[in-house]
């Protein structure tokens, strides 16, 4: 069945980096355009990034834009979020999101709803 798993996640300090990786299986990766998003103890889930079909085209929620890159690898069947120069309020679970639904990537907020598939969620910490 079609499965994401994310992974890379974990206790970093302010100004550090990680790079969080999403594993997708059980359908042909190629055909999805992909999403990251977060979600911290009592706030709704908040669209960080996404990806299209092609990779050409990327989206950033403001709060991450010139700190954090997504990227794909169709050979692995695996989408990434590059999180550099990270901040306590950056601290959330981080769940990779796919969807069959989307032709194209657009500005502006990345909403949950368009996304048909989750995985599970990895925990990032910011923290000195």
């Known amino acids: 069945q079609l499965q994401l798993v994310e992974s890379g996640g974990g206790l970093v300090q302010p100004g550090g980096s990680l790079r969080l990786s999403c594993v997708a299986s059980?359908?042909?990766?190629?055909?999805?355009?992909y999403g990251w998003f977060r979600q911290a103890p009592g706030k709704e889930r908040e669209g960080v990034s996404a990806?299209?079909?092609?990779?050409?085209?990327?989206n950033y929620a403001d709060s991450v834009k010139g700190r954090f890159t997504i990227s794909r690898d169709n050979a692995k069947n695996t989408v990434y979020l590059q999180m550099n120069s990270l901040k306590p309020e950056d601290t959330a679970t981080y769940y990779c999101?796919?969807?069959?639904?989307?032709?194209?990537?657009?500005?502006?907020?990345?909403?949950?709803?368009?996304?048909?598939?989750w995985g599970q969620g990895t925990q990032v910490t910011v923290s000195s």
């Open positions: 999101a796919a969807t069959p639904r989307l032709n194209s990537i657009r500005a502006g907020p990345i909403w949950p709803y368009e996304y048909d598939y």
């Open positions: 059980g359908f042909t990766f190629e055909y999805y355009a």
């Open positions: 990806i299209s079909r092609s990779g050409v085209t990327t």
